[in-house]
């Protein structure tokens, strides 16, 4: 595991640059960091940068590169792990992880996946031959996604850097669609999708980085300033779900009686795997309006999938969630119909530049249908190894679970969900907020009455990947044994005014346990469990301790 240096180090990587100087796999022995920034593109800088910052914690050239082409939240900090506190290491095997729907570290199997992909055809590779290595491992996972999802033909992939930056893609999309008019993108469940989905879907950077550009400085992506947006809340203040797809729709007919071009959002299980009542599909195939499904969680079936496709929807994906890739890697999967009709129209050139979509995707990740775009985005310099590394670790989990059918994987997940729903609801200090297929939604109670609130969850949430049993004297040998055992799970959610809950939650690798050995996977949930009580129970001792 790499090892903490300390508080000295600092995030910001225009600090890093005395990094470099230690000499590691990352850098040349005989360059100067001025010289080696001289000649770096700014992709080229960010994705040395951030593998400099790896390496202060002694990970390997391989673990650095799987942090690189991302954005803040891949950034390994001064913990020596990301701000989910995860590293770019499978987890030790004394530790549990039900952090899925959050970010995930590389599974085993994952990671050793990764590494065989690195290690055979990208370790070493630079400029021309880096770019055309890169294309071809591309154009081979978007195959392997289309095969996995069983995709029709003529549907086709778009890959990205995360669900967050797919966003950016049905704008685009949009514009090319319907040039002359303008775009409104209405979005549902704030504060149950990432918090980067709002900003990016009025063409807003949502984070101070981005893959291509680094410490970019921008507020909005070039060619993506007059695109207009309505969000509509997840929750009202008390927790309850608002009726979004009512929203939608009322958002969908005042557009449309504008002469705009609506993008019509409908999300397949947020945070607490909250659904919304309609999944939208584009209208007249995208001649009047583009229906997107967020599914980035990727807790759906196959068939599911399919009746999105034949109504016409664009359907974001990633597998950083369920499939338990790294963070992060997103895709975009395009309907039969609008593939076509993206293949004749003009491309939204003033959209494909440095400084706007050309921040996030090359060329290279594009599918067939968008070969006009490509001209605009091909640089080669432009090169996401670890968006490589990562969606190499996802598809190594869907294509093992590829011999389950989905309606066992269904039944199991609701034998899984249900028997850590009566462990929740048997512990005195938690109750069950709700449970959505994969997903079980906690919310942790205080001694003195109420319960936690966000600031306090996130304490919490840090706590449980931590062994705390050495701040807890009081606590019994057997509470210790909980306390001691780190256990990752999703990050806290504010659901109300009042309260927030942590989730547990079933991954691709925790599920094929669960099918292997369901006696084990189900101890460890236990675990989890009663951690996240012991932790509600003794949280003022805890907070006071300063842990």
Avoid at 33 to 46: D, Q
Avoid at 475 to 485: C, G, V, Y
């Amino acid at each position: 595991m790499g090892k903490s240096r300390g508080a000295s180090f600092k995030p910001s990587l225009k600090s890093r640059w005395g990094a470099f100087g230690k000499r590691t796999e990352a850098q040349s022995s005989s360059a100067s960091m001025s010289s080696i920034a001289g000649r770096l593109s700014a992709s080229e800088l960010y994705a040395s940068e951030t593998r400099a910052m790896a390496s202060e914690f002694e990970y390997s050239d391989f673990e650095g590169w799987m942090c690189t082409g991302g954005d803040d939240r891949s950034l390994i900090l001064e913990t020596g792990a990301n701000k989910y506190h995860i590293r770019p290491q499978p987890i030790d095997k004394s530790a549990i992880f039900r952090g899925s729907c959050t970010g995930n570290p590389p599974t085993l199997n994952g990671y050793e996946a990764a590494k065989e992909l690195f290690e055979a055809k990208l370790k070493g590779l630079d400029g021309g031959d880096l770019d055309t290595a890169l294309r071809d491992v591309f154009e081979e996972q978007r195959s392997r996604l289309a095969k996995y999802l069983n995709l029709p033909a003529g549907a086709e992939v778009i890959l990205c850097p995360s669900g967050s930056d797919a966003e950016y893609l049905p704008i685009a999309i949009a514009k090319a669609l319907q040039p002359d008019k303008d775009i409104v993108n209405g979005v549902t469940q704030l504060n149950e999708i990432g918090a980067g989905s709002e900003p990016a879907s009025t063409g807003k950077f949502f984070s101070k980085y981005a893959p291509f550009l680094g410490d970019h400085g921008l507020e909005h992506l070039e060619g993506f300033e007059r695109v207009g947006g309505v969000v509509v809340s997840a929750r009202d203040k008390d927790g309850n779900i608002n009726n979004a797809s009512e929203e939608m729709a009322h958002f969908s007919d005042k557009y449309l009686g504008m002469n705009s071009y609506p993008i019509v959002h409908g999300v397949f299980g947020g945070k607490t795997g909250v659904r919304d009542e309609i999944m939208p599909g584009s209208l007249d195939g995208g001649d009047r309006s583009l229906g997107v499904i967020d599914a980035c969680q990727g807790r759906f079936t196959l068939e599911e999938l399919s009746q999105w496709l034949e109504q016409d929807s664009i359907v974001l994906f990633t597998s950083s969630k369920f499939y338990q890739a790294p963070p992060f890697c997103g895709a975009i999967i395009l309907p039969k119909l609008i593939a076509s009709k993206l293949k004749k129209a003009a491309p939204p050139s003033s959209m494909l530049i440095d400084k706007g979509l050309g921040a996030f995707v090359s060329d290279k990740e594009l599918p067939a249908c968008l070969d006009s775009w490509k001209p605009y985005l091909i640089d080669k310099r432009k090169n996401n190894v670890g968006l490589a590394l990562r969606w190499e670790a996802g598809l190594s989990a869907m294509e093992a679970l590829s011999e389950i059918p989905d309606v066992e994987k269904v039944s199991m997940i609701k034998s899984w969900a249900d028997t850590v729903e009566n462990m929740v609801e048997s512990n005195e200090m938690l109750d069950t907020f709700c449970v959505e297929r994969s997903i079980v939604s906690i919310r942790m109670k205080k001694n003195g009455g109420g319960c936690l609130n966000m600031s306090e969850a996130r304490d919490l949430f840090r706590w449980m990947s931590l062994d705390v049993s050495s701040a807890l004297p009081e606590a019994s040998e057997e509470e210790k044994k909980s306390l001691s055992t780190p256990a990752f799970t999703g990050q806290p959610v504010s659901v109300s005014e009042s309260y927030a809950i942590v989730r547990i939650a079933l991954g691709a690798d925790s599920l094929l346990s669960y099918a292997k050995d369901e006696v084990k996977t189900l101890e460890e949930d236990q675990m989890t469990v009663t951690k996240i009580g012991l932790i509600a129970k003794y949280f003022n001792t805890l907070k006071s301790s300063g842990f």
